[in-house]
């Protein structure tokens, strides 16, 4: 039988926004790889660069959160769940306000997020004139793996707190 750990190891998704410009792939939990079509963000400019990305990861991390959830249940929860205990509830609420920010090495591109249901990019002026639609996936991608790895640390610990604080 295979066991979430490995179940999740193989994850492999492919997503892209509405327009069909911006690709996102995930493989395993955390491995994230963000493309643009050729021309798209020199078209599109800074800004609307921005909210497509934003839309881009939310899609991500959503098929990730269902694909986890699935892996989780043929692995580790047969039968119907259990109602939430009110440590769950206390989790949820916690986890809807959890924030994370993570910014590129050259400064140019910070992503936040909050709750996993609001994805913020936030492209400095002039960025995708001198970076092209190649250079800023690169960018976004690094940024999309520093936050996945953040957002996981995060939730560890929210994990810690809720429902092994014995204060």
Known sequence: MTTYPEAA???????????E???GRLRGKYDV???IAPGFAE????RETAVQLGRLCRLIFLHRAQRLRRVE??????GPPEPPSAKDLEFQRRYEELTVSETSSDGTMTLTVV???NWTWDIASGTVDRRGSDGVAANATEVANAVALRLADE????????YHNHD
Do not use: C, H, W, Y
């Open 9 to 19: 190891a193989r994850i492999e998704l492919e997503v892209m926004t509405p327009n």
């Open 21 to 23: 410009q911006l690709f």
């Open 73 to 78: 249940e043929e692995t580790m929860q047969p």
């Open 33 to 35: 790889t963000i493309t």
């Open 155 to 162: 939730v560890r610990k929210l994990n810690i707190r809720v």
């Open 115 to 117: 709750g996993l249901s």
């Open 43 to 46: 078209r599109a400019g800074d």
